[in-house]
Each structure stands twice: as structure tokens, then as C-alpha cells.
């Protein structure tokens, strides 16, 4: 029997505007929105929720998590949609995985968010090692259905090679800017989304008066070192090892590496900066810029992580991995935790930049292996932080919401509350677009059309205390 919801009364609201429609019913029959009005007539057999007093925006999307590929993803994936994710891009895959759904053949968890994007192996300097090697990586991924290449530990050399296959094949390459690299030659190219500011040094050298200098310098230098060779079991032990390193990347700095990063710091130029945002934007290069990813990294010791009452979510072995890498931060000298802290806040800075220049952005988290980043949780530490970077709410909703369905290319089917969308919708209790904090007012979630109240969310969070493993 099809599965039909009438949600009553509520207040949808119009992520393109921010303009609300109170009074509102909304009908969906098999996990697809069918009408959006007033006094809808409910339809036999319908299950009839009163939302009166609540406001019905579509669900959201965490648009950079990992929560696939390592272990049992179930109380990762229910931790998500416990938190109004209904969505996630994620951000490394493999050929099995990709066949896998190919065929048909990979099921998630019942109550799970979307998978809405998935690429192969990432992209390093094991599997892009010459140009020819990076255009049939990129080939063996899109053969077996990847929906973009993400590059990771990439050499400048190589980037472009890997790049203008992906292009060719017309697949999105996204992630992380190779030590060195030209950024504005990637983006103009076509680089479709720029993650975590481009990791390590990535674009805030581009806003430094020293842009030039500190390029060359950072492309002399190598923080991480893969075989040069493919051997046999060798992409497994690549990948233990970029598991190992994606908890704290910052841990993999050398003194010249933060000596490098001061110099950024300290010849940081906001005329620069806004010269850049203004080419990321005529480009149309998206950025997903993980504030809270950054700061547990560059800040990864603060005595306020270890205390987060989200953690009771995780296992206890997953916490003291992520003791135990605190532990490491200890080595920076204070003069260098100074400068990490530094280029943290240089990072709002940017995205408040790039927003006033109409660079798209959206918010993913990182989550499922980064040290202090809880699935789900983490989502609304990241509205907080871009909240505090300057980014308005109706900004951070549609961000979100139908950014992310911009982004993805599937407006017709997600982003908005209108007839013919998914039903994934997030019920709140407050107006979000004129309170960054409402967006966390959450009691109701619907999931492809199944509504989970929020009695159910609760049940559900203190079900997955300390099960879930990154």
C-alpha cells in the first residue's frame, strides 16, 4: 500500500525568499510531495499529523560527510537523520560501492538520509602518479558510475591531468588544491566545489600579498608521502593510512609548514581576498568551507571538545582515538598553535567574504573520522560558526536546502516544499529565517514521506548513545 502523509496547518516556508505561508497543509503519497495548500482534503488511509504553530522547510543536507565505507554506517546514518539531515554527499568512495549501487545492489538503513553523490577512490599521488595514470583513474571511476572525482593527496603536476578527463567525461572534480597549485587556473578551468578552503595552506595563500612566494613554497614541500608504485593490497593500506591522516591532516605540519602559514597569516589582504571571491564567483567554483571541521583541527586540544555533550553518542573507543590525537596537538610550540588559531579566524573572515561576493557555498561537516566532528551534531555546530562568519539565516537555509539541490543539479526533485519534491522535510518550531538558532529547533522530521516526531528523534538519540564509531 502506497504511503500517504497530510501534515496540518503548519507554516511552509519558501526557501528561495524566506517568505512563509501559514495555515498550510502539505500532502505526500509515496515519499513525494503531491499538493501544497489550504484545507487539503485528507485522502483514505492517510496518517494525519497536526503541525500547527511549526514551520516546514525541506530537509537538510550534509553536502561533505563520510559515513559509508568503514564499518556498520547504521548508527551513523540514524544519528544524521535524527538531526533533520535527509541528505548527504559522500565524500570517498570505492569501485565496489559504486558497482554496488550500479547493480542496485546497495541498500541503506531504512532510516537513513539520501545518498544524493558518491565518487571512487580519491584521487592521490598512488592512483595519479603520471598523466596517463590520473586519465584512466579518472575513467575506471565514471565507468563505474561515480558522480564526481575528488582529489585528496594529489600532486599540482597531476591535478590538471585528472581534471581535464573529469571534464572531458563531464564529471565534476571536487576537494581538496594540491600544495602549490594554481587555484585560479583550477577554478577557471572548472573545479566544481573547493572543500575546507582547499585543506592545508589552500586559498587563504591566494588572499596573501605573498601569494606568489608562499605558492612556491608550499609546492616545494610535501606533507604527506604515498608509494610511488601500485602494488599489490596497496590501495587498502592507502586507505588505513588516509583514515588515519584525516583524523587531524594539521597533525602532518612541520615547523617550515606553520612557518609558511604565519607568513599567510600575517600578509593577508582583504583587497586580495575580495579579488578572489570575485573570480570564484564569475567562475561559478563552489567552496564547502567545514568551519567546524577546521577548528577541531587547528584548535584540537581545547579542553571544550572533550566536554561537547554530543559525544555521548560516540563509542568509547572512538573517543579515546580522538584523546589520544588531542594528546598529539601537544607537540605545536605555543608560538605555532598561535598561528593555527590565527588561520582559523582568517577563515571566517573568507566565507563572510565570499558571501558578500556571491560565491556559492554549502555546508557539510566532514563527519565519520575527523577527531571531535559527530555526525549530526556536527551540522549544527557548522550553522553556528557560519552564523558567526556573518552568513544570514535565510542564507544558511538555503545553504541547506536548495543550494545544495543547485548544486546537485536537482531542483525539480529537492530544495523547495512544492508538489512534485521528495518528501524530506524538517519541522522547526521557530522562524528560521530570522534566527540562525531556529534552524536547530527541530521536532519533526519527515524521511520519504514517513514523519518521525519528535518524541521519536529523542527515543532515537538516547538509543544511539555510544554506538556510533567513526
Not at 498550510?24 to 492517510?46: N, Q, S, W, Y
Not at 563531464?170 to 572548472?190: E, F
Not at 598553535?337 to 556571491?358: D, K, P, Q, V, W
Request: net charge neutral; hydrophobic share 45%.
Amino acid at each position: 500500500m502506497t504511503a500517504l502523509l497530510l501534515l496540518r496547518r503548519g507554516t511552509v516556508v519558501d526557501t528561495r525568499d524566506g517568505s512563509l505561508r501559514p495555515g498550510t497543509d502539505v500532502l505526500a503519497d509515496g515519499g513525494v510531495i503531491t499538493a501544497v495548500g489550504e484545507g487539503l482534503e485528507a485522502p483514505r488511509g492517510a496518517t494525519v499529523v497536526d503541525v500547527s504553530g511549526r514551520y516546514v522547510v525541506p530537509g537538510y543536507n550534509d553536502m561533505h560527510a563520510h559515513p559509508l565505507g568503514h564499518g556498520d554506517p547504521a548508527p551513523t546514518l540514524e544519528l544524521m537523520l535524527a538531526h533533520g539531515i535527509t541528505g548527504f554527499r559522500q565524500m570517498h568512495g570505492d569501485l565496489g560501492l559504486l558497482r554496488a549501487r550500479a547493480a542496485g545492489e546497495l541498500r541503506l538503513p531504512a532510516a537513513a538520509p539520501a545518498l544524493l553523490a558518491m565518487p571512487g577512490p580519491l584521487l592521490t599521488m598512488l592512483n595519479t602518479g603520471t598523466a596517463e595514470q590520473a586519465a584512466a583513474t579518472v575513467r575506471e571511476q565514471v565507468a563505474a558510475g561515480a558522480d564526481f572525482v575528488k582529489s585528496a593527496a594529489m600532486s599540482k603536476e597531476h591535478f590538471f591531468d585528472a581534471q581535464a578527463e573529469a571534464l572531458r567525461l563531464g564529471v565534476p572534480i571536487v576537494g581538496h588544491l594540491p600544495a602549490g597549485i594554481d587555484v585560479l587556473r583550477a577554478s577557471s578551468i572548472g573545479m566544481k566545489s573547493v572543500e575546507h578552503f582547499g585543506s592545508g595552506l589552500g586559498v587563504l595563500a591566494c588572499c596573501s600579498t605573498d601569494e606568489p612566494a608562499l605558492r612556491e613554497a608550499s609546492g616545494a614541500r610535501s606533507r604527506l608521502r604515498l608509494p610511488p608504485a601500485r602494488l599489490p593490497f596497496m590501495d587498502r593500506v592507502v586507505a588505513a593510512v588516509m583514515r588515519r591522516v584525516v583524523l587531524n591532516p594539521v597533525l602532518l605540519n612541520k615547523a617550515e609548514d606553520v612557518e609558511i602559514l604565519d607568513r599567510a597569516v600575517r600578509t593577508f589582504d582583504e583587497h586580495h581576498a575580495h579579488d578572489l571571491a570575485a573570480r570564484f564567483a564569475a567562475d561559478g567554483t563552489w567552496h564547502v568551507p567545514t568551519l567546524i571541521r577546521q577548528k577541531t583541527s587547528k584548535l584540537c586540544d581545547d579542553p571544550s571538545f572533550a566536554t561537547d555533550e554530543d559525544l555521548r553518542y560516540m563509542a568509547a573507543a572512538t573517543r579515546r582515538t580522538w584523546d589520544r590525537v588531542a594528546a598529539r596537538f601537544g607537540r605545536f610550540t605555543l608560538a605555532q598553535r598561535a598561528t593555527l588559531a590565527a588561520s582559523h579566524r582568517y577563515e571566517y573572515r573568507m566565507a563572510r567574504i565570499f558571501e558578500e561576493a556571491g560565491v556559492r557555498m554549502l555546508v557539510g561537516t566532514d563527519s565519520s573520522g575527523a577527531v571531535w566532528v559527530v555526525p549530526g551534531a556536527a551540522l549544527h555546530d557548522e550553522i553556528d560558526l557560519l552564523a558567526e562568519a556573518g552568513i544570514a539565516p535565510l542564507r544558511l537555509l538555503r545553504m541547506l536546502t536548495l543550494d545544495a539541490a543547485s548544486f546537485l543539479g536537482t531542483t525539480a526533485t529537492m530544495g523547495t516544499v512544492e508538489p512534485g519534491r521528495n518528501a524530506d522535510l524538517v519541522l522547526l518550531d521557530a522562524n528560521p529565517v530570522t534566527d540562525a538558532a531556529h534552524l536547530h529547533r527541530v521536532t519533526g522530521v519527515v524521511r520519504a514521506g514517513t514523519h518521525l516526531s519528535a518524541a521519536h528523534l529523542a527515543a532515537t538519540k538516547d538509543r544511539l548513545a555510544g554506538t556510533v564509531v567513526t
